[in-house]
């Protein structure tokens, strides 16, 4: 676990973007996870946000939304997919396929997805314990309670 003030520049910028559009979610009345693909050199490729309720669409997760958002690449060596949460088992299946090398994790601790099983096949995984990542979660499944176990796949306890 290390914080957020350990990441490289480029990200740390990722990070930044990523959490902008998390609380554009927020603001849109959708779920706050937000990403953002880069490139090998550290360049914005596609950011996005979780928009289930927005678009009525429970597949267009944070990650999948930066990855359509980056459009066709030839490949995805060395790219970083950076979110603000965990991603689930979906998102952590979208980076392995794709051969995305490297995953930033904003936080783990209101949802541990599968992060550490892409870490198994290779890809640098990076978790940090961002503070204002976890506020912004937390709030959201305190309020929303039933929205975001619709979005974990999970019924309400
Ligand atoms: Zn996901």
Known sequence: MRSVEDLSPSDR????????????GLAEGGV????????????????????????QDPSVHAETDAFRAAGRQPHYRGTTMVTTLSPCWYCSGLVRQFGISR???????????GHDWVAEHG???????DERCVELMSGFIAEHPSLWHEDI?????
């Open 32 to 55: 706050p996870i937000g990403a953002v693909l880069l490139s090998a050199e550290g360049e914005v490729l596609g950011r996005g946000h979780n928009r289930r309720v927005q678009d």
């Open 123 to 129: 890809v640098e995984v990076i978790v940090v314990d």
């Open 153 to 157: 796949g999970q019924e309400l306890p």
């Open 13 to 24: 910028h990722g990070l930044e973007a990523a959490l902008e559009e998390a609380r554009a």
């Open 103 to 113: 995953l930033v994790v904003g936080e783990s601790k209101n949802f541990t997805g």
